[in-house]
C-alpha cells in the first residue's frame, strides 16, 4: 500500500516530461547557434586520408560530419539542430490554434440546447470521424504550392480540433449539473457570465492538459506527413541526375529530413535515425507532460521527500497559480471573446513571423565567393560570377613546367581546372582536350562543331562547352556525353557556359541569354538589345544573372530594373555589372565602381569608389572588380598605350595602387590575395606574364614564355598559372605546389573541405 501510495504521489510523468520538453525546447532555441555548418552547404567531396569520399557520408567518417551527410554533402547534425526550431514553433502555432477551437466549439456545444448547440455537436462528430491525417494529406496535396506553410496550418487544423472539443463539451456536462450552477442561476446570473466565472475557472486545469496533448499530436501527424513526402517549404522535387533528386526547399525542417532521409534509407539509415529520435523524443516528452498533467487534475496527491515529487509538487503549485491567473483573466463575456482572439492570433502571427523569417538563414548578402565542386578554375573567369578572384598562391618560379599544342587549330578560349588538377580546354575545330596536371592528355573527343569560350565545370565535375551551332554539351570526367541540349532557334553560341552551384547553366546566344536546366531541359531565355559576346555572371546569392548592364531575374528570367545616380552619362558606354570576390555586387562605369545590395527597401547603393584619373587617364576601363579581402580594381589596357591597374580601397575609397607597365597587347589573367593582379601579354613579340602588388614598382613575379602571340585565356592555380595563346598553344608556368599529387596542378595537401550554399538561387522580388 505504501509503495502505491508512494508512486502515486511522485507523478514521475509529469517530472520527465517537463524535462524531456525542456531540452527539446531548449534545442530549438540554441541549436542554430551551435550547428557547426550552414545547414543548407554542400560538400560535393570530401577528402579522408587517402581516399576521396562522395556525398552521402556515413555517420564517424569525415571529420566535422559526426552523423554524416545527406545525398548532397550536408551536414545531418546541422540540419538537425537548425530543423527542431521551425518544427516546434509550427507544431505550437497549430496547436494553439486547435486548442482555441476546440474550447470555444466544446463550450458553445455543451451550454447552448438549441438549434445552435445541436448543430455544433453534430459539426464535432463530422469532424471526429475524418482522421486528421487524412485531411492533411488532402489539403497539402490541393493547396500546398500556393499557399506554402498555411496549407499546414488549415490542414492540421480544419479537423483537429474536435477530440479537444469533445473532451470539453463532456467535461462540461458534467459541471452544469453541480449544485453551484444551479445556485448561481437561481440568483439570476446570466449564463455567459457562469461560463466565464466558474465553467472556464474549472476547465483551466485541463486545457493545460489539452495543449500538451495537442502539441504531441500535431507533431505526431507532422511527422507522417513528412515521411509521405509533404513538409514544410515544399514538394516540388529537381532531378540531377539519372537517379538522384532533390526538394527545392529553402531551410531544414524534421518533416522534411525524414523525407529526404528515406530515399538513403537502406543504405545509410543515419539521417532517419536521428530525426525520428527527436520526433520520438519530443513526442514522448509533451506526452508525459500531458498524462502528468492529467493526473495532477485527476488526484489530490500528497507531499513527499523524494526529489521527483517536490518538483512535480512545484509544477503542481505554479500550476494552480496559472489556473487562479486565468479563472480572473476570464471572468466576464467581453474577456472571453477576447481571450479566444488572442489565443488564436497569436499562433498566426508566430506562424507568419516563422514564415516570413524562413527560420534558416538565406545567404543573401554573400561575403565570400564558394566554387561549387571546390574546383580550381571553374569558368572562365574562375567562378560563375566571374570575379577572376582567387585564394590560390601564385608560381613561385618563372619557368614552363610543360606545352600542349592543339594539333590541328586554336584554342577557343582559356582552360578549366578541376579540384583533382585536370585541365579542360576546348579547340575551334571542336575538340575537348582533358590533361593531366603533367600535361599528358588524358583523353579527346570531338564534339561534331568549332567551340566558343572557356569550358566550365559542374558541381560534380561534369564538363560543360557550347558550339558554334548554338548547342549545349556536357560531358562527364570520363568522356561520356551525359546530354546535349539543342535550342529550338538557330544560331551560334556567343559566350561559354557558367554553371550555378544549383546545376543551372546560362549561356548566349547572339542577343539571347538562354537558361538551361540541370537535366538538359530549356528554362527560359532573356532578350538582349544587342548582339553580345561576354559570358554572363551570377550574382553572390545566385537570385540574378547579369549580362553587361542589364540584369536577368534567374527563377523566370524576367528583367531587374536597376538605375544608378551617374555623374557623366557620356561615360556609361563600359557601364557593367560585376561581382567582386567579396560576394559583393558593383556596378562600373567610366572610371567608378559603384557596390549596391539588395534590402527589404529595394537597391541600396554604397559610396562611389574612384580615383583621381584626370589629366592621367583618356581611356576607359576594360575590366573592373573586387578581391575577397576588400580591395576594388580597375583596368586598362587598349592595346595603344601601357596598360595601367589602379586599386582602391573599397571600405574608405583610398587610393592603394596605380601602375602602368609595359605589354600593350595585356590581358588581365586573375587577381590573388594581397590584390595581386597576374596579366600576361605581348612585349615586342614576346608573350610576357607577370604579377604586380598594389604600392610597389616593380613586378613581384615574371615570366617569358617566348614568341607564342596574343593571349586568349588563363587560369591560376595553386603554384601554377596556366596560359592559352592564339596559335593554339596552352602553357604551364610554375612547378605547381610541392607534395600535391600529380605534382602539378591539384594545388593543396590535403585539399580541404569546401562547401558552397544551395540553393544557390535565391528568390528575387
Not at 500500500?1 to 516530461?17: D, E, H, I, V, Y
Not at 578554375?377 to 582567387?390: I, K, V
Not at 602602368?660 to 587577381?671: F, G, N, T
Not at 614564355?705 to 587560369?715: H, I, P
Request: glycine share 12%; aromatic share 10%; charged share 15%.
Amino acid at each position: 500500500m505504501k509503495t502505491s501510495r508512494f508512486a502515486l504521489r511522485a507523478n514521475p510523468p509529469l517530472f520527465w516530461g517537463a524535462i524531456v520538453t525542456l531540452v527539446v525546447v531548449v534545442l530549438a532555441w540554441v541549436g542554430p547557434l551551435v550547428a557547426a555548418h550552414d545547414p543548407m552547404a554542400t560538400l560535393s567531396v570530401a577528402h579522408v586520408g587517402e581516399r576521396w569520399i562522395r556525398p552521402p557520408f556515413p555517420a564517424l567518417t569525415v571529420p566535422g560530419y559526426p552523423l554524416g551527410s545527406d545525398t548532397f554533402g550536408r551536414d545531418l547534425l546541422s540540419r538537425l539542430l537548425w530543423g527542431i526550431r521551425p518544427t516546434l514553433l509550427l507544431v505550437v502555432a497549430v496547436a494553439g490554434l486547435r486548442l482555441s477551437l476546440g474550447v470555444v466549439i466544446g463550450v458553445s456545444s455543451a451550454w447552448s440546447s438549441g438549434l445552435p448547440g445541436r448543430l455544433l455537436r453534430g459539426f464535432t462528430g463530422g469532424a471526429l470521424a475524418v482522421p486528421v491525417l487524412l485531411v492533411g494529406l488532402a489539403v497539402n496535396a490541393a493547396l500546398s504550392t500556393r499557399l506554402g506553410i498555411w496549407a499546414f496550418v488549415v490542414g492540421l487544423a480544419l479537423t483537429g480540433w474536435a477530440e479537444t472539443a469533445r473532451l470539453v463539451h463532456e467535461q462540461i456536462i458534467i459541471i452544469r449539473g453541480q449544485p453551484y450552477i444551479e445556485a448561481a442561476r437561481a440568483l439570476g446570473t446570466s449564463g455567459s457570465q457562469i461560463v466565464a466565472r466558474h465553467v472556464l475557472n474549472h476547465i483551466a486545469p485541463l486545457v493545460w492538459m489539452l495543449w500538451a496533448y495537442e502539441i504531441s499530436g500535431t507533431l505526431l501527424v507532422t511527422a507522417e506527413l513528412g515521411f509521405l513526402g509533404y513538409f514544410i517549404g515544399g514538394g516540388t522535387w529537381v532531378q540531377i541526375s539519372d537517379w538522384t533528386a532533390v526538394n527545392t526547399t529553402s531551410f531544414p525542417e524534421l518533416g522534411q529530413m525524414l523525407a529526404s532521409s528515406y530515399n538513403i534509407m537502406l543504405l545509410q539509415p543515419e539521417g532517419m535515425v536521428a530525426a525520428g529520435t527527436v520526433i520520438f523524443l519530443a513526442i514522448l516528452g509533451f506526452n508525459l507532460l500531458g498524462e502528468g498533467l492529467r493526473r495532477r487534475l485527476a488526484l489530490d496527491q500528497l507531499r513527499n521527500e523524494s526529489l521527483p515529487a517536490k518538483a512535480a509538487a512545484r509544477v503542481g503549485e505554479w500550476l494552480d497559480q496559472c489556473r487562479k491567473v486565468s479563472a480572473r483573466f476570464w471572468s466576464g463575456r467581453r474577456r472571453l471573446i477576447l481571450a479566444a482572439v488572442v489565443v488564436g492570433g497569436v499562433a498566426i502571427v508566430a506562424a507568419v513571423i516563422w514564415w516570413r523569417s524562413e527560420v534558416a538563414p538565406r545567404g543573401s548578402s554573400p561575403t565570400s565567393i564558394i566554387v561549387p565542386g571546390a574546383h580550381l578554375w571553374a569558368a572562365e573567369r574562375h567562378d560563375g560570377q566571374g570575379s577572376l578572384w582567387t585564394e590560390a598562391p601564385g608560381p613561385t618560379d618563372s619557368a614552363i613546367a610543360w606545352a600542349f599544342q592543339s594539333d590541328d587549330s586554336a584554342l577557343s578560349g582559356g582552360p578549366a581546372v578541376a579540384a583533382d588538377g585536370t585541365v579542360y580546354i576546348g579547340s575551334k575545330s571542336g575538340k575537348l582536350y582533358a590533361l593531366r596536371p603533367d600535361g599528358t592528355l588524358r583523353w579527346v573527343v570531338d564534339t561534331g562543331a568549332p567551340l566558343v569560350g572557356s569550358p566550365a565545370l559542374g558541381p560534380y565535375g561534369d564538363v560543360y562547352v557550347t558550339d558554334h551551332a548554338g548547342r549545349l554539351s556536357v560531358y562527364q570526367p570520363d568522356q561520356l556525353l551525359l546530354w546535349r541540349f539543342q535550342p529550338a532557334s538557330a544560331g551560334a553560341a556567343t559566350s561559354g557556359p557558367v554553371v550555378a552551384s544549383n546545376g543551372t547553366v546560362y549561356y548566349t546566344l547572339g542577343n539571347i541569354l538562354q537558361a538551361v536546366s540541370l537535366d538538359g531541359h530549356p528554362m527560359w531565355q532573356g532578350q538582349i538589345r544587342q548582339y553580345l559576346y561576354i559570358t554572363p555572371r551570377l550574382s553572390g546569392d545566385g537570385g540574378l544573372v547579369f549580362l553587361s548592364d542589364i540584369a536577368f531575374r534567374t527563377r523566370d528570367g524576367s528583367s531587374f530594373a536597376l538605375q544608378f545616380a551617374v555623374r557623366d552619362k557620356t561615360e556609361t558606354v563600359n557601364a557593367m555589372h560585376v561581382v567582386g570576390g567579396d560576394g559583393r555586387a558593383y556596378y562600373y562605369y567610366g572610371h567608378v565602381l559603384i557596390p549596391w545590395e539588395r534590402t527589404d527597401q529595394g537597391v541600396t547603393a554604397g559610396s562611389p569608389l574612384t580615383w583621381n584619373y584626370t589629366g592621367e587617364e583618356l581611356q576607359l576601363p576594360v575590366d573592373a572588380g573586387a578581391t575577397g579581402d576588400g580591395v576594388a580594381w580597375l583596368f586598362y589596357a587598349n592595346g595603344y598605350s601601357a596598360p595601367r591597374i589602379v586599386w582602391v580601397r573599397a571600405a574608405d575609397g583610398q587610393l592603394l595602387g596605380n601602375k602602368r607597365y609595359l605589354q600593350p597587347e595585356s590581358r588581365l589573367m586573375a587577381v590573388a590575395p594581397g590584390a595581386v593582379a597576374y596579366t600576361c601579354g605581348l612585349n615586342r613579340q614576346e608573350t610576357t606574364c607577370a604579377a604586380y602588388k598594389p604600392g610597389t614598382d616593380a613586378p613581384v613575379w615574371q615570366a617569358s614564355l617566348g614568341a607564342n602571340g596574343m593571349v586568349s585565356g588563363g587560369a591560376l592555380v595553386p603554384g601554377r598559372l596556366y596560359v592559352t595563346t592564339e596559335s593554339g598553344m596552352l602553357i604551364a608556368v610554375g612547378q605547381g605546389m610541392p607534395g600535391t599529387e600529380g605534382s602539378g596542378g591539384a594545388g593543396r595537401t590535403p585539399v580541404p573541405t569546401w562547401t558552397l550554399p544551395y540553393p544557390a538561387q535565391t528568390a528575387i522580388p
